[in-house]
């Protein structure tokens, strides 16, 4: 009997399976639940400020073993319904038809190397062509740069002629799985190469310098995208969307309006705005939220760079905590930051500032300040930056009424109380926290025949906890008055280098 499904959550710092079955006589759309995860971290390659690479290698060991486990424990690939796949967007893998075999390294979301081919393209006059027709704008964070610039650099890409196949997570993963070259309208629309109501655009592949033989098939986010036989029997694979848009459908935004936002590595907002393809002018990304049966569903999109890594950071490199779970004690044991304010920009600012010249600071600091203040800054950077993106969601006519979270970072409930008083909204967590994978759970169930659609499927988000806003509006104003003046310290001198450039 065939009561799991299977998801392969592949993400920045590590690639996960989950498995979800379906609870003895539940009806459709109910009654589902995570009996199981398996997860194996990922190695990060910086071999040079700013860039940041991955051995797509080592993404699919990992992620085989990973789901091998997975469906050890379902009790064999006959108990799989299908699988669903949820990834990293905009990181781009290279690699050989024949031998299946990677070619270069992937170069990661994060990696900012193409930041001057994006300011060059921009002097040129180029954006708004590109945002037109992608709803997206010229940053290093999107695909078509990356991949034009591997083209220049890497003469092994160009070497290997029509065997030479490109794609992002998604796609390799899907390749090596199913034999298939394929990718999911939602991580297409992040590579700056589609049309946002359309197929590949050859005019900007042109503009990229992308090698057009070697992109995937665009393909819904639902349906039989393949098969694999990987794990001693046959498993469709029937579910596939980008990470984000995959919590977006975990946290059942369905309806124009809803709006989630993930606290990963980086923070990304999503409102669900319906059937006809959203315009920006507050510079907002516009993005497939899904695809089903050929027809499109959109969403406006806010993506900020550091999130999550910047507790990390804290971690790591600072050495201020031992373990991200300190934070929330440490940001309650002080009354504020005595002042101080610390602006995340540690791969530029992404939205609503798009300034990948950015630098992180801190600011603000005296004798009296220590590290708690420091951490509890950290914490409150990351209300900040929502607080900027409701602004601009707004502004674009996209205005938010509550917010769903998810991620990583939410567990710490100090933060969600904090998102909660600095947005003066209602904040809805999930009690099961893993939406992203959820998401391609439901996908996955939809595109098995499990569910009729996703509003079936949305029966398996369970319940919420909701944190109530409670801070008073003069604190609110005074703190976001010094976070404005922080950002402007930062942002200003990065406007001058691009003008100076």
């Not at 009354?335 to 950015?358: I, K, N």
């Not at 590290?371 to 930056?385: C, D, I, N, S």
């Not at 999930?430 to 959820?438: D, K, M, Q, W, Y």
Request: hydrophobic residues 45%; aromatic residues 6%; glycine residues 10%.
């Amino acid at each position: 009997m065939s009561d799991h499904l299977l998801v392969i959550d592949e993400g920045t710092t590590s690639t996960r399976a989950m498995l979800f079955r379906a609870d003895p006589g539940s009806g459709p759309g109910q009654a589902w639940t995570c009996v199981g995860s398996e997860a194996a971290e990922l190695t990060q390659h910086y071999p040079r400020p700013g860039w940041v690479e991955h051995d797509a290698a080592e993404i699919w060991r990992k992620s085989l073993n990973v789901t091998a486990a997975m469906v050890a424990q379902a009790g064999g690939a006959d108990r799989i319904a299908a699988i669903g796949i949820t990834n990293q967007r905009e990181t781009v893998v290279f690699w050989d038809r024949d031998t299946g075999e990677p070619l270069a390294p992937a170069i990661v979301w994060q990696d900012r190397r193409t930041a001057e081919d994006c300011a060059r393209l921009r002097e040129g006059g180029h954006e708004a062509t590109v945002q037109q027709r992608t709803g997206l704008l010229l940053d290093p964070y999107f695909s078509g740069s990356k991949i034009g610039w591997a083209m220049r650099a890497w003469p092994q890409l160009r070497e290997a002629g029509a065997r030479l196949m490109v794609g992002t997570v998604d796609a390799w993963l899907a390749w090596k799985l199913t034999g298939r070259h394929v990718t999911d309208a939602t991580n297409a629309s992040r590579t700056a190469l589609m049309g946002l109501d359309g197929g590949w655009d050859d005019e900007l592949i042109d503009l990229f310098g992308a090698p057009r033989a070697a992109l995937p098939e665009i393909v819904d986010c639902a349906g039989r995208i393949g098969e694999t036989t990987r794990f001693g029997g046959s498993i469709p694979v029937t579910g596939m969307a980008g990470d984000q848009q995959a919590a977006a459908i975990g946290q059942a935004c369905l309806r124009p309006g809803e709006t989630k936002a993930t606290f990963g590595t980086g923070a990304f907002v999503l409102t669900h705005t319906g059937a006809a393809p959203p315009r920006s002018d507050h510079r907002l990304l516009a993005t497939v939220a899904w695809q089903l049966g050929g027809a499109r569903t959109y969403a406006l999109e806010g993506s900020v760079f550091v999130a999550g890594s910047l507790v990390k950071w804290l971690r790591d490199t600072l050495g201020l905590i031992a373990d991200v779970r300190e934070t929330a004690a440490l940001a309650a044991s002080v009354p504020d930051t005595g002042g101080v304010y610390l602006v995340p920009a540690l791969s530029g600012l992404g939205a609503p500032w798009w300034r990948p010249e950015a630098r992180a600071a801190i600011s603000g600091l005296s004798f009296a300040s220590g590290k708690a203040q420091v951490v509890r800054a950290a914490l409150e950077a990351m209300a900040y930056q929502a607080h900027d993106l409701k602004e601009a969601f707004a502004a674009d006519r996209a205005d938010w009424s509550a917010l769903r979270i998810d991620g990583g970072m939410v567990a710490n409930d100090w933060m969600a109380q904090d998102l909660a008083d600095m947005l003066d909204l209602p904040v809805e967590r999930p009690r099961f926290a893993e939406t992203t994978a959820l998401g391609a759970a439901m996908l996955a169930g939809v595109g098995a025949g499990l569910f009729r659609d996703l509003d079936e499927a949305a029966g398996m988000r369970g319940t919420v906890e909701t944190f109530a806003p409670r801070l008073d509006a003069e604190t609110r104003r005074t703190r976001l008055a010094g976070w404005a003046a922080a950002v402007r310290a930062v942002v200003e001198p990065s406007q001058r280098g691009q003008s100076g450039r």
